[in-house]
């Protein structure tokens, strides 16, 4: 708080501390400082202090507590000040300044509604208790006392060498993509890789091809940026490779599809190379959760398959690490490094040093490849779970659509059998039992399902969650009324 300036200072002390509380930079219950204190920080007198307490306090804004001190009684939520100048007629009181049209109430298909959560099959959640915290640790405090935070100078949008080295080698060990340190760019996340290559490569107007159903904030973020978004149906093999339309650029998760976990067989994906190069196209390949993989070995991803340099790879450390820490990478055709360089320097000029620096030191020490194979060992007992328990006591219902990867599991209804996902879906929330419908992730209809996580969720939950659920989808078939959470936990 500052009273520099001329004037009456109580009344600049009043003014400044009743604005506090009104725009809930003070807020109710807070104490405030005693009268000596504050008056000695300002450099002014007790009485001018007292004189504005005691205002404040007639006026409501404070309370005074005997022995105890002064309080704010004003609610947070209490209107901010007028504004200095009025809004123009029919814009939102709190600010004329408003988003482009196509930013303007733009839903996040994959936020539910808060409800209290015993039983969490939320999709794509890693478990934080397999988190390898001490490594790390001992990887954060090496990173601090090393150069890169002490450096003067920014570093190198693309990421330390050090890290993209490592991550080249870690891929080629686990998915056989063909990379060096010079063909990896460090993102802020998958998203943000998606973000750069929408940047570099789209036009506005280009034409995208996405999955359907597929991951919704990649199709979002490439109709911000001005594409012509079109969705290609996928099928128990993935992503309908002939029924692909000309266009610039195509997303796909080919070796576990999201959100129904088909794997693009090897004909598909050499028939998708032969259309980028007929087209001229770009492809995107999301190898999101690659690293959970039970039992058979995955295809070789479509970036060793391509000959062209026409397939980007993007992948995270989301679903292996935590979403938290806001590490993804693409590795990307000579062709397209630089421009995705220029991009992310743009954007926000590199990841945080001490992130990346602690990330590279575990890939070099071995503990990123030990800890994945501990936690692919829990997600397969949960995977193996979850589906016995669904097929159990979803049967007649729902059937469990096969996967051998990931971090969750896709239900559709049974042959003739009608079902309301998202009625469902919001009776077990109800229930407790947080689930995604399967329709939040289509853009056309008739994809209807649930969608059960595995990695927020303990093992010993997975009966009485699925349990419930079953409850709960009986129910709302039923037509009664949802149970509440409480006391349904055996």
């Known amino acids: 708080m500052s009273i520099e300036g001329r004037g009456d200072r109580t009344e600049r002390v009043y003014r400044e501390l009743r604005d506090a509380v009104l725009d809930g930079r003070l807020r109710r219950g807070e104490r405030l400082p005693a009268t000596r204190e504050l008056a000695a920080s300002l450099g002014v007198s007790r009485s001018t ?7 404040l306090t007639a006026e409501g804004y404070l309370v005074a507590r005997v022995g105890s001190g002064t309080y704010v009684a004003m609610p947070a939520s209490t209107p901010s000040r007028a504004p200095r100048r009025s809004a123009p007629s029919g814009t939102a009181a709190r600010g004329a300044a408003l988003p482009a049209p196509a930013w303007r109430d733009l839903a996040d298909p994959l936020w539910s509604e808060p409800h209290p959560i015993a039983y969490d099959f939320s999709v794509g959640s890693p478990d934080p208790a397999l988190f390898p915290a001490d490594a790390w640790r ?10 890169a935070l002490r450096s003067a100078h920014y570093a190198d949008p693309a990421g330390p060498e050090r890290l993209r080295a490592g991550i080249a080698r870690h891929l080629g060990l686990a998915r056989s993509v063909a990379a060096t340190a010079a063909d990896v760019v460090v993102t802020s996340g998958a998203q943000q890789a998606f973000d750069l290559l929408g940047r570099t490569l789209l036009r506005p107007g280009d034409t995208v091809i996405v999955e359907d159903p597929g991951y919704p904030p990649v199709r979002q973020l490439f109709e911000q940026l001005g594409a012509r978004v079109v969705p290609v149906p996928v099928d128990q093999e993935g ?17 576990h599809q999201f959100p129904l976990g088909g794997v693009l067989p090897l004909e598909r994906r050499a028939a998708l190379l032969e259309w980028a190069a007929r087209e001229d196209a770009v492809v995107i390949e999301d190898d999101y ?43 990307a055709p000579p062709s397209l490094v630089p421009a995705l360089r220029s991009a992310k320097r743009l954007t926000d000029w590199h990841n945080d040093v001490v992130t990346q620096a602690a990330m590279a030191s575990l890939l070099d020490s071995g503990a990123f490849a030990s800890h994945v194979r501990r936690a692919r060992r829990v997600y397969e007992e949960r995977h193996a779970l979850i589906g016995r328990e669904a097929g159990r006591l979803l049967a007649g219902r729902l059937d469990v659509v096969p996967s051998a990867a990931g971090l969750h599991l896709a239900l559709r209804p049974a042959d003739g059998v009608p079902f309301d996902s998202a009625r469902v879906a919001a009776a077990a929330a109800v229930a407790g039992v947080a689930v995604q419908a399967l329709p939040r992730f289509a853009v056309t209809g008739g994809w209807e399902g649930l969608l059960l996580g595995f990695g927020a969720i303990a093992a010993a939950d997975i009966p009485d969650g699925v349990r419930l659920l ?21």
Request: proline share 7%; aromatic share 8%.
């Open 289 to 331: 959760d690659s690293e959970y993989r039970f039992g058979a070995r995955a295809l070789d991803p479509l970036q060793r398959l391509d000959a062209d340099g026409r397939v980007v790879y993007v992948g995270t450390f989301s679903k292996t690490m935590l979403p938290g820490l806001r590490l993804g990478f693409v590795v």
């Open 470 to 490: 079953a409850e709960a989808a009986a129910r709302a078939h039923a037509g009664e009324p949802a149970a509440s959470a409480g006391g349904e936990r055996e």
């Open 138 to 147: 001992r990887s954060v405090m090496a990173a601090l006392r090393g150069p």
């Open 49 to 55: 202090v007292s004189t504005a307490y005691e205002r």
């Open 239 to 255: 992503l309908r490779v002939d029924l692909l339309p000309p266009a610039r650029m195509v997303y796909v998760t080919p070796s």
